[in-house]
């Protein structure tokens, strides 16, 4: 049984890690938020110390190790994009493992900067990139590592998933903190990407705007054409009629990967597989966080092969 600690207790994403945390047989000792909006908590470890202060909650950690002899194992990280670096650190100062949510970190550099860090703790940084676990996605690589074709694959992604007004007031509308939409939306997909279809040889950018971006990858096995949306007025007029709020498509070579369901237990299967040693470290986040950058950094083009949706 391991002991962990979890930042960003009351975001979004949580639940997965305390669910991934308790069905691992895993202890959850001190967690920290400074919203206390946190009864999730009642559901998973209701005996966790919860702070709302960083620093008491660091004190906390550094308390039990040297007056319990309680050594905290791993740190799960679920805070806005920006803080991820500096949470990671956190947790390799206090001699524990790293789980952190997507994206690892906002810039190619600071996974640079990790690497060292990370060899000179002794200690591991883990990141969820759980759709290299989806079974419909396994199947897909496996698929295409076994044709082995010459010719690239033609791939379209259009991942559309509206978000309200409050979207623009929080972090995730901020650039600075979110990393902008293709990376809050898009960068596991582009991970998935990468992945399949090997190294990144072009990204271009078509369409860079606060709700939606557009563009294209060529990949070693793969050309690309991608739209990402929060904006609930680019769904497709079928998925409006049906009053759904969010439409994902994968076509290669214009067959659909179906893969709408399946997503229950992927962060419980990627806790699982990081205990085992088998977890997703620096390198394998390193392209789809270079690709993310490139997509906020790039001049727009009006050139190229667009998405059918520009």
């Known amino acids: 049984m391991k002991n962990f600690a979890l930042i960003g207790a009351a975001g979004y994403i949580a639940p997965r890690h305390l669910k991934a945390i308790k069905d691992t047989n895993n202890v959850l000792i001190a967690a920290l938020d400074k919203n206390d909006s946190v009864g999730i908590m009642d559901s998973y470890f209701p005996k966790a110390d919860f702070f709302v202060e960083f620093e008491r909650f660091d004190r906390h950690i550094e308390k039990l190790k040297r007056q319990q002899n309680i050594q905290l194992d791993y740190v799960s990280i679920c805070t806005p994009n920006y803080l991820h670096d500096s949470h990671i650190r956190m947790a390799l100062r206090r001699g524990a493992d790293a789980i952190c949510e997507k994206p690892l970190v906002l810039n190619p550099w600071n996974v640079d900067a990790l ?6 703790s002794g200690n591991q940084i883990h990141t969820i990139l759980q759709l290299r676990l989806h079974p419909s996605i396994i199947a897909l690589k496996n698929k295409i590592d076994k044709e082995n074709k010459k010719e690239k694959y033609e791939v379209d992604l259009t991942y559309i998933t509206s978000r ?4 623009d007031i929080s972090w995730k509308g901020n650039e600075s903190k979110s990393g902008g939409i293709a990376t809050n939306i898009g960068v596991h997909f582009f991970d998935m990407l990468s992945w399949i279809f090997g190294s990144v040889q072009e990204n271009k950018v078509h369409l860079r705007e606060k709700h939606k971006a557009s563009g294209y990858l060529e990949f070693e096995n793969a050309r690309v054409r991608w739209f990402l949306s929060i904006d609930e007025a ?3 007029k079928q998925i409006q009629e049906k009053g759904q ?8 070579n214009g067959e659909e990967i179906e893969f709408s369901s399946g997503f229950t237990d992927l962060h419980t299967i990627s806790y699982q597989e990081i205990l085992k040693g088998n977890g997703f470290g620096l390198q394998e986040a390193r392209q789809s966080i270079e690709i993310v950058h490139d997509i906020r950094n790039s001049e727009l083009i009006n050139t190229g092969e667009k998405h059918y949706l520009l």
């Open 115 to 120: 690497e060292a860090i990370e060899k000179e």
């Open 164 to 167: 309200g007004n409050w979207y």
């Open 245 to 252: 709020r969010t439409y994902r498509s994968i076509t290669v």
């Open 234 to 236: 680019t769904l497709p």
